[in-house]
Antibody, heavy 121, light 112 residues
Framework: EVQLVESGGGLVQPGGSLRLSCAAS????????MNWVRQAPGKGLEWVSY????????YYADSVKGRFTISRDNAKNSLYLQMNSLRAEDTAVYYC??????????????WGQGTMVTVSS | QSVLTQPPSASGTPGQRVTISCSGS????????VNWYQQLPGTAPKLLIY???QRPSGVPDRFSGSKSGTSASLAISGLQSEDEADYYC?????????????FGTGTKVTVL
């Protein structure tokens, strides 16, 4: 079964850091691009970051550029999001998502269950 | 990155047809394909339509998508109670700042 499982969320103070992980299984992780998407409580979806299958190409949303770093370890079938200088507005459920079954179409057909990040003092 | 514009809400009675619009620009919908997601309360989004009008395996043919110029739409025919959810359009945006994936503002569908 194709599956993505996020972890690492929690409560952090403003200005703090947190590292999210996304464990992939059921597919050849190293062949697929990956993304992080977030959703603030009661709000809509917001794309956060993209990384190519090799990790050589990376994109960020303007709202996180310079503060967040996406990375991957293909040997460990894992995706990461290092979040620094966190702000209250970063409070959200963070999902990892990818185009797997509908690849090479650029739609996210596989999503994790999400991990909650709360930035508060 | 810009945001795609959707109506905040839509509704219909069981069996009716509901249409949701999605308005973008030349840098996103105008030059890339549109995808639609359905999100039931408390769950992760689910891909409903990809590449403007394609349904992933398992999605009922009651759901259909179309695109024209810088706009797109999702139609739900034969509305059912289980269709009550939030719906988001999305597309890649070829911004001068760098590519990004933009979501619509979201539409809450209510089955009356």
């Amino acid at each position: 079964e194709v599956q993505l499982v996020e972890s690492g969320g929690g409560l952090v103070q403003p200005g703090g850091s947190l590292r999210l992980s996304c464990a992939a299984s059921g597919f050849t992780f190293s062949s697929y691009e990956m993304n992080w998407v977030r959703q603030a409580p009661g709000k809509g979806l917001e794309w956060v970051s993209y990384i190519s299958s090799s990790g050589s190409t990376i994109y960020y949303a303007d709202s996180v550029k310079g503060r967040f770093t996406i990375s991957r370890d293909n040997a460990k079938n894992s995706l990461y999001l290092q979040m620094n200088s966190l702000r209250a507005e970063d409070t959200a459920v963070y999902y990892c998502a990818s185009s797997i079954l509908v690849y090479p179409n650029d739609a996210f057909d596989i999503w994790g269950q999400g991990t909650m990040v709360t930035v508060s003092s | 990155q810009s945001v795609l514009t959707q109506p905040p809400s839509a509704s219909g009675t069981p069996g009716q047809r509901v249409t949701i619009s999605c308005s973008g620009s030349s840098s996103n919908i105008g030059s890339n394909t549109v995808n639609w997601y359905q999100q039931l309360p408390g769950t992760a989004p689910k891909l409903l339509i990809y590449s403007n009008n394609q349904r992933p395996s398992g999605v009922p043919d009651r759901f259909s998508g179309s695109k024209s110029g810088t706009s797109a739409s999702l139609a739900i025919s034969g509305l059912q109670s289980e269709d009550e959810a939030d719906y988001y359009c999305a597309a890649w945006d070829d911004s001068l700042n760098g590519p990004g994936y933009v979501f619509g503002t979201g539409t809450k569908v209510t089955v009356l």
